[in-house]
């Protein structure tokens, strides 16, 4: 009665006041007494409840009313307890409940539900808490009788619907909706189950409502209540009430639509949706059911469900349905399945399941190679077998092996050393971990594979294209002939459309792998192409359409000669699928852009020359010539079928012609003859009407050709089509629309993106097109600004002005570029020329005159302007005509601005003269007239100037000299600056000093020169240099040339020197280098470290020189007597010619410090040629002395290693002991004399120069005849300078023991080198720093041997191809036994380097060690002995060559197998201390070779750090080092440290690096080789000292000979075998008396060819290498245009052959390096062209760039080539004067020191001698060049070269060691 009374005061405390005033406290106790009723009833006796609740009746009652939730929870707890203890009676019967005490309760509760439903429903109550309450109490009741909400079905689902409506309009994120979501769910939850027995009009009622809350509801909770319920549904069994099979289809087709489109990443929504599709497939009543077939998207859906193991149990239904055989899953994959409903999906993951699902899973797994494999277990041990006779077992390499096997192996070494491993321990180890290996199963790893797949796209591209190509390969021929029927209609299915826009897609994987099959399955031609433009599968179709022209003949690999055509009909003719194969690759061709390959493949199929002639001139820019052979063939054509139609297979052809004389009518402007020729067609061409009307302001014509256009346009047109109908509605006059431009403009904009998406990722020509067309429409836009500002009558507005000032702006620093075809700049120009136009109109109908006037002067300047760059772009294209024309529309324009008219007549001067070479004399004077006949008043000085230059070349090339000087003259008195005065001067005063050699004019050339250098930029000058260094070598006896450059230098900036540095110091060692010396200060002091490392070398190799001649006279007794006025230098090293630390490889800092003492301005004692390094650690600042220190000078300690090393010699070595006990005497002096003292070597660096400093004086060589300069006690009293440089024996009595007379080119190297130590310290400190530390990357003494034993194999070589008359008697020559004879007497230790002529004397440190550690080493003693054992030239039979070569072979094979086993990198730390610890706070010093690369901006990159790893590689026959320097930029430069032998040649290479340097500059400017990017590769190259180099490298070079060595490798071959075996076969057939014909040479090639080396080897090497066709075909795009550099500059240059280790090719670019190229200059100082082939272009070079390659890119680069380097205005022959002037001074000195056997000096070299052999060598150059330039259409000299290089009878002549097989 408590409790009661306790519920009944909620009703009193609900009448008196809200719910919500209620007090807290109190609805506490309420929900109190709630709970505990609750309890009672689980534990009370049922009639003690009964009568209990009899009274609890009312107060029950108001709680259930009650609108707190709290409450409310509380009574549905309350009532689900109750009413499963007391059921309630079903809505059938007269009472609610069979027991009286609850009938009161049980019938207000039916009350309350029904009121409340109802007032919901009517509206009259609107809060969603009442409702919710209703709700709850009707759920309570339905929990244990669901039929209990059968009486109020109507009713309960007239709420649902409204809740579905307010649920569907409500917002999802507000309070409401949620609420309105919950109450869903709750009420779906309550009806779910009596779906069965509602009413039709309510079961139908609700099922739309969870059909509407499918397709529409955005809540994810509401469709996962759905989901379950479904799911619910679909488990259920038939008999078991529910919805009918038709509503679950209905249903889950809903959700199948839907979800996986609004919810993708909801996995546990799709994972209920997911279990309901999975029952239906399960289900063996449903799975054959219609609804099966429905869910197939729901299923394809599971399949690729994110979670495994859900997407596992699809997959298992998947595979059982499926049978077991590969064969039929193909076919299913193919053929059954419907790939459609996985839309842009890549279903190649499903695809790749299936086939792996289904291998043997039990099969032990194995490596596919021997790659992976673990090294064995005589890596880590010793073996009782060796790798040969006499060769060191191999070290022990831990690193590569597993950290398990290794466990324990540190304490077995410290205890035994390797020999103390314990071997048992590791092989138990090893067994074990092989025998695990082996328990592995194959299906262990494919079924992992598989599901990696579906989370890496990029791994199910490379699985499905290897497993394809496998599994089609397994097949029977049967089965394959059935899998490629299916093929073309499967790929052509249009359920593959959406994946077009995939990225990868699955169509494109699919077909990836099906090009890879061998045999390849047949897919016509015509589905290849349209694969390839729709699937991004262009470079896959285009090469496969390539092979199979091949194969079915219609191209060939050998060139012919095609019949042309004569209008009779063949059955060929008349097929017209029999050229169905090359009109789809044309097709494609042309889709790609790629223009080369479209000439080449139409020179090979054309039935008219005309058409390859016309394409030919087409693709080289002469579109005259081009539109000519046009019509040329359109005439005859017409006469050919005046009577009779064309055959079919012509067709083509001659829309080829029309095709591309529109293209030639469009570069050559001619609008109106395209848009009436666009007319004539009858609609059928409207897009040419479209794209040339807006030209001529035709826009009634473009209006109608648009209406025409647009139902027939393309996809791949759609994107132009927008653009050009934007361009109407904006410029239509009658109807301009700006609002539909925006619209155009963005569905321009969107199909554009959409396309480009379609083509390569790798940016081609392709996509040319695209970039060109997304600037037109950025223009477009920008036009629109301009037009809806003149709308709106704004024009006088501030705004409107400064966006006009922007656009302008804009517009003219965003042109196109110089590569750009002359229709797109017309394009780009024209637009703008026509709202120029407009806005002068608009602005002349506006009101202030004044103001209006100032802004039409600025558009009209900008509309002149705009018309003078079209014209200018037109003569920089050659395309003169079109030039001249442009500029006379000018004419037409009133009140052109004075600077306008002054550009557009010197545009026309211009074009006049560059056509000077074919105009006659009267069209000259004609262009002389225009100029005469304009009016200069109106124009300044400086355009009066120019002028007058120009009117002075017109008079130069008509022949007027007298009045073109003076012509010249008055135009630098008007104006004494203007470059181009000075400039066209000097080309006019250098003419006629070469003709007449007055010297007075070469004075006035090279003054006009060097004052047009001094504003220009550094590009534009470099030919006035070239010509300024060429013209010193015409300088007379008095220096006249030299002293004008001394005068007039100072204006140019430094940096345009420097290309030039090389050259500059062949002048500072000549007798102009007086005068060269300030030049070069100048540039030092500008550019230190460009001009220090040059100079330093020349320094050393100078120095090397002049002891090498005092010790060849000292020899000869003829030294001349001590000159009294020459001081013997104080230095320690005076007394050692042979001790200088710097002619190492590294070389040392005692030979920077040369000159230190110097003094001009106060007698200084006699300056010495080098310094103590002890005098260099003084002088030097502190850094430079503590690195000193550490690299260090020899202390007595090192003497004695040196003397226990030499006391281990072997007695063979007894002659080299002098030579080393004359060392270390030496030492034991320099320690004690060259050490400085404590104070000295802390002495602070020097100060900086102040002004006080004077200048440098110009010293004067002695002209004494035969005598060394005599040092100087004064600077600037004597006219000479000199030094002197210590010997080295220091015997009493000797020659050596004098100091050495420095001749004065020394004294200058070692005055500049002063100068930029006291400029510069800090940087020079570092320079020296790093330098010393490059003597630790030479060679150790097995490498240095492998590398000289390589060198006598290609002396042998050589040699046996001279002597190939007698191959078996073959001897070998006098200089063979000399070279071997010192290869044993020096054996490994690089001694043989000490003495000599020419010889270089190793560092004394260096030495010392290398003696050591080659002493020591027993392998070395084993094999020294062996060695001179096998080249004992007493033995029998030991002067035949092949002996000789087979021994020579024998040991580099062993010495390589000793390289292989040792380490591939060393840590920089151990040795390098000083690089290891460099940084940019150590000093700032640039990445080597960086002020090689002309630049645009003057930023250089410099050092951060030296990378800690250092590399050991094969380069070229010889084992470097190579290193790494990270930039300040964060790049990483890969290096090589090159240790040269023959210092002459290394320059060599590097002047023919610097003359393709120069040319890329050239290339770049012009149009045909720029849009063709023709760039030689050049990498930097730094020359440390005489003997090192550093080398650029990229680290993925390899050489044809690394490749074939590679693929005899894998054929099991030796890497020699193909001249071996050349040999053999010659000897065979000589000793059977057979004659050596040209014949049996191409026979004795081919044999060889096809037994080891097919033409495909380079091939078959390219397509392993890059796996995707893209990067494929990218890389034989790329390496067919360096081809072509390379072959030019081997051929025009007369360079060297290119043998196949100089044959080096970049994998990751496609770039080959040109690094070892020299001039081939023969004995008689010629150029050397005499050689069976003119270039490599041998047939595996031909299998890889195809003959498409050939006859295309390929010869279109070299004429294009030509073209360009025959230039005038790039001077080419110039640039090769200046460097082959080096080139022949250093000749001629080699030739005179071989004749004479005396050391001769650069100075003697007369410079008669090297103007001839200079002339003579570029008139070679430049004839070669202009005969290939010669072009006459398809048929040209170059196409002669090429074909000389290909043919076999030429290539079987050449020298095997050329390996012409590769």
Request: net charge neutral.
């Amino acid at each position: 009665l408590w409790l009661a009374k306790l519920l009944e005061t909620m009703a009193a405390q609900s009448e008196s006041s809200s719910s919500s005033s209620v007090g807290v406290g109190y609805l506490s106790n309420i929900c109190t007494v709630l709970d505990l009723l609750t309890f009672f009833l689980s534990v009370l006796p049922s009639q003690t409840i009964l009568s209990a609740f009899k009274v609890l009746h009312k107060g029950l009652t108001y709680c259930m009313t009650c609108g707190n939730t709290k409450v409310v929870r509380f009574v549905h707890m309350l009532l689900t307890r109750l009413t499963s203890s007391f059921p309630t009676e079903p809505a059938s019967s007269l009472v609610t409940s069979k027991h009286e005490e609850l009938e009161g309760l049980y019938s207000s509760i039916i009350k309350i539900i029904t009121e409340g439903l109802s007032n919901y429903e009517k509206g009259v109550s609107t809060s969603l808490s009442s409702l919710q309450c209703t709700l709850m109490i009707l759920r309570a009741c339905c929990s244990n009788n669901p039929s209990y909400v059968d009486r109020f079905l109507s009713l309960f689902m007239k709420v649902i619907q409204k809740l579905h409506k307010e649920h569907l309009s409500a917002n999802g994120s507000s309070i409401d909706s949620q609420t309105v979501s919950e109450l869903l769910q709750l009420s779906l939850d309550i009806c779910k189950t009596r779906i069965s027995f509602m009413p039709q009009d309510v079961r139908k009622a609700f099922i739309n409502i969870l059909t509407s809350l499918i397709e529409k509801s955005t809540d994810a909770k509401l469709l996962k209540t759905i989901a379950k319920m479904l799911e619910e549904w679909m488990k259920t069994k038939h008999e078991t009430p529910g919805p009918s099979l038709r509503e679950k289809s209905l249903l889950l087709t809903r959700m199948m639509l839907y979800l996986e489109k609004r919810f993708p990443d909801d996995h546990e929504l799709l994972s209920h949706f997911l279990e309901s599709v999975l029952f239906v497939y399960k289900s063996d009543s449903l799975s054959s059911t219609e609804l099966s077939s429905k869910l197939e998207p729901a299923f394809l859906c599971g399949l690729r469900f994110p979670q495994v193991q859900m997407r596992a149990r699809f997959f298992e239904v998947y595979n059982s349905s499926i049978p077991p055989k590969l064969f039929e899953r193909l076919l299913y994959i193919i053929c059954s399945q419907n790939w459609e409903h996985c839309g842009g999906y890549f279903w190649i993951n499903h695809c790749i399941e299936l086939l792996l699902v289904v291998a043997a899973q039990e099969t032990p797994i194995r490596s596919a190679g021997a790659t992976p494999t673990l090294p064995s277990i005589s890596s880590v041990g010793p073996t009782q077998t060796t790798l040969g006779p006499d060769v060191p077992e191999p070290p022990i390499v831990s690193s590569q092996l597993p950290e398990e096997l290794m466990e324990g192996m540190d304490s077995d070494r410290s205890e035994g050393g390797a020999s103390g491993i314990s071997l048992e321990k590791l092989s138990n180890k090893l067994s074990s971990f092989v025998a695990e290996l082996k328990g592995i199963k194959t299906g262990q790893f494919l079924l992992p594979l598989a599901q990696l797949c579906y989370q890496d796209t990029s791994l199910a591209h490379q699985v499905w294209t290897h497993l394809f190509s496998t599994v089609y390969g397994l097949l029977n021929s049967k089965q394959r002939s059935s899998v490629a029927g299916e093929l073309s209609s499967f790929v052509c299915s249009g359920a593959h459309l959406v994946q077009a826009d995939t990225h990868p897609g699955a169509l494109h994987t699919f077909l990836e792998g099906v090009v890879k099959c061998r045999p390849l399955p047949h897919i016509r031609s015509c589905v290849l192409k349209y694969l390839g433009k729709s699937q991004n599968f262009w470079y896959s179709a285009a090469m496969t359409l390539e092979d199979r022209a091949y194969a079915e003949g219609g191209l060939s690999l050998e060139s012919k000669s095609i019949p042309a055509y004569d209008g009779s009909y063949t059955e060929e003719l008349l097929d017209p699928l029999k050229h169905e194969t090359l009109d789809s690759l044309s097709d494609l061709y042309a889709s790609m852009n790629e223009e080369d390959l479209f000439v080449g493949l139409w020179t090979n199929r054309c039935c008219f020359p005309q058409t390859a002639m016309a394409l030919s001139y087409e693709c080289q820019g002469l579109f005259e010539h081009a539109q000519e052979a046009y019509e040329k063939g359109i005439g005859q054509a017409r006469e050919l079928h005046n009577h009779s139609p064309a055959p079919p297979t012509i067709i083509p052809e001659y829309k080829l012609w029309e095709e591309h004389w529109c293209r030639c009518s469009k570069e050559l402007g001619q609008w109106e003859s395209l848009t009436e020729f666009g007319k004539a067609q009858s609609g059928v061409n409207p897009f040419l009407v479209l794209e040339n009307a807006w030209k001529a302001q035709d826009w009634m014509a473009m209006k109608e050709a648009s209406t025409q256009a647009e139902p027939i346009c393309s996809e791949a047109y759609s994107s132009k089509l927008n653009l050009l109908r934007g361009f109407l509605a904006l410029c239509y006059p009658d109807e301009q629309r700006l609002s539909a431009v925006e619209k155009l403009i963005e569905a321009a904009s969107l199909q554009s993106i959409k396309h480009w998406r379609r083509l390569p990722h790798i940016v081609t020509e392709a996509h040319v097109p695209l970039l060109q067309l997304s600037q037109q429409i950025m223009e477009l836009q920008e036009a629109t600004t301009i037009h809806s500002g003149m709308q709106t009558g704004g024009m006088a507005r501030n705004t409107f002005q400064t966006d006009l000032k922007t656009i302008f702006k804009t517009w003219k620093n965003r042109l196109p570029n110089c590569s750009d075809d002359l229709s797109y700049w017309s394009d780009v120009l024209v637009w703008r020329q026509l709202h120029f136009q407009r806005l002068i109109k608009a602005f002349e109908g506006a009101g202030q005159k004044d103001q209006a006037s100032n802004q039409t002067m600025i558009v009209v300047h900008h509309r002149v302007n705009s018309i003078i760059q079209h014209a200018s772009v037109a003569r920089k294209q050659k395309l003169h005509v079109v030039c001249l024309d442009s500029l006379s529309k000018i004419h037409s324009i009133p009140s052109v601005p004075v600077v306008d008219c002054f550009l557009k007549i010197r545009q026309q001067v211009k074009c006049y003269l560059q056509m000077s070479g074919v105009l006659t004399a009267s069209e000259l004077q004609d262009g002389l007239e225009m100029i005469e006949s304009t009016n200069l008043k109106f124009f300044n000085k400086e355009q009066i100037s120019e002028f007058l230059a120009l009117k002075g070349a017109f008079l130069s090339h008509i022949g007027r000299s007298e009045e073109a000087n003076k012509t010249f003259s008055s135009a630098l008195q008007l104006h004494d600056s203007h470059v181009k005065s000075w400039a066209l001067w000097g080309d006019f005063l250098d003419e006629l000093f070469t003709k007449d050699k007055n010297m007075t004019l070469g004075v006035s050339a090279l003054t006009c020169f060097l004052h047009a250098c001094r504003i220009q930029s550094e590009p534009k000058c470099r030919k006035f240099l070239a010509r300024i260094i060429w013209m010193l070598t015409y300088d007379d006896e008095k220096g006249t040339l030299a002293e004008t450059i001394d005068k007039f230098y100072m204006g140019i900036p430094p940096v345009h020197w420097l290309p030039w540095i090389p050259q500059l110091l062949t002048c500072l060692v000549r007798e102009e280098g007086t005068h060269i010396l300030n030049l070069l200060c100048g540039v030092g002091k500008a550019y230190p470290q460009a001009v220090y490392f040059p100079i330093r070398t020349l320094y050393l190799t100078l120095k090397m020189e002049q002891k090498e001649k005092v010790k060849a006279e000292a020899k000869s007794n003829t030294s001349p007597k001590p000159n009294p006025n020459v001081t013997s230098d104080p230095s320690p090293l005076t007394s050692n010619s042979n001790s200088d630390p710097s002619t190492s490889g590294g070389g040392s800092s005692g030979g920077v410090a040369a000159g230190e003492n110097m003094d001009t301005s106060a007698p200084p004692p006699p300056p010495p040629a080098t310094a103590a390094p002890g005098e260099l650690g003084g002088a030097l600042p502190g850094p430079a002395q503590m690195k000193l220190q550490q690299a260090g000078l020899m202390t007595a300690s090192t003497t004695e290693m040196l003397a226990t090393s030499l006391a281990q010699l072997p007695s063979s070595l007894a002659s080299l002991q002098a030579k080393l006990t004359a060392m270390t005497s030496q030492i034991q002096k320099g320690t004690t004399a060259q050490t400085p003292p404590p104070a000295t070597a802390q002495a602070p660096p020097p100060a900086p120069p102040t002004s006080a400093t004077p200048p440098l004086a110009t010293p004067t060589i002695s002209s004494a005849p035969e005598q060394t300069p005599i040092a100087p006690t004064s600077a600037a009293a004597s006219g000479t300078a000199s030094g002197t440089v210590g010997t080295a024996s220091g015997q009493p009595g000797s020659a050596e023991s004098g100091p050495i007379r420095a001749p004065a080119s020394l004294w200058r190297c070692s005055r500049i080198m002063h100068l930029l130590r006291d400029l510069h310290p800090t940087l020079l400190s570092a320079l020296e720093g790093i330098v010393d530390q490059m003597v630790w990357f030479r060679e150790n003494w097995y490498e240095e041997l492998l590398r000289q034993l390589n060198e006598g194999l290609a002396m042998c070589q050589a040699t046996a191809f001279n002597s190939r008359a007698d191959v078996a008697n073959a001897k070998i020559t006098p200089e063979m036994t000399q070279f071997i004879h010192k290869l044993v007497a020096s054996f490994g230790i690089g001694l043989d380097q000490v003495g000599g002529a020419g010889g270089v004397s190793l560092t004394q440190e260096v030495l010392a060690k290398r003696v050591q550690a080659a002493v020591q080493d027993p392998a070395f003693q084993r094999l020294k002995a062996q060695f001179a054992n096998d080249f004992d030239f007493s033995s029998v039979g030991f002067k035949r060559l092949h002996i000789l070569m087979s021994k020579l072979k024998r040991w580099i094979k062993i010495l390589e197998l000793k390289t292989k086993s040792l380490q591939k990198s060393v840590l920089l730390e151990d040795r390098c201390r000083f690089l290891s610890n460099f940084s940019l706070a150590t000093a700032e010093v640039e990445i080597p070779g960086e002020y090689l690369v002309p630049r645009q901006m003057p930023y250089y990159v410099r050092i951060a750090r030296f990378m800690p790893r250092v590399e050991i590689i094969q380069k070229n026959n010889s084992t470097v080092r190579r290193l790494y320097i990270q930039g300040d930029n964060g790049k990483i430069y890969p290096y090589l440290v090159l240790n040269d032998t023959q210092v002459v040649r290394c320059r060599r290479e590097e002047r023919l690096l610097q003359l393709f340097s120069l040319l890329n500059l050239c290339l770049d400017k012009d149009k045909e080789t720029c849009r063709r990017h023709l760039q030689y590769t050049v990498p930097r190259v730094v020359a440390v000292s005489p003997y090192i180099r550093l080398v650029e490298e990229n680290t993925s070079t390899l050489s044809l000979m690394d490749i074939f060595r590679t693929y005899c490798m894998s054929k099991g071959l030796e890497w020699d075998c193909l001249q071996q075996q050349y040999y053999e076969t010659l000897a065979q057939l000589q000793s059977r008396g057979e004659d050596i014909s040209l014949l049996t040479l191409q026979n004795i090639f081919t044999q060889i060819q096809n037994a080891y080396a097919p033409p495909t080897i380079l091939r078959e090497w390219a397509e392993s290498t890059f796996v995707t066709s893209t990067d494929l075909w990218t890389f034989r795009k790329q390496f067919t245009k360096q081809l072509a550099l390379c072959c030019l500059s081997e051929f025009v240059f007369h360079l060297t052959r290119l043998n196949s280790e100089m044959f080096q090719v970049s994998c990751d670019t496609g770039c080959l390096t040109q690094t070892y190229f020299t001039f081939e200059i023969n004995k008689d100082g010629e150029l050397d062209a005499n050689r069976p082939v003119p270039f490599r272009l041998t047939p595996a070079l031909r299998a890889l760039v195809t003959h498409l390659g050939v006859t295309g890119p390929l010869q279109m680069s070299v004429v294009a080539l030509t073209r360009c380097l025959v230039q005038p205005k790039f001077s080419l022959h110039s640039i090769l004067q200046a460097i082959l002037r080096d080139e022949f001074i250093a000749w001629k000195k080699k030739q005179e020191e071989e004749e004479s056997g005396n050391f001769v000096s650069t100075c003697d070299v007369e410079n008669e001698t090297v103007v001839k052999l200079v002339t003579q060598a570029v008139a070679a150059i430049t004839t070669r060049l202009r005969n290939l330039a010669m072009f006459e259409g398809a048929k040209s000299n170059v196409t002669t070269v090429i074909s000389a290089a290909a043919s076999i009878e030429n290539i079987s002549r050449m020298d095997p060691a050329w390996n012409p097989w590769l």
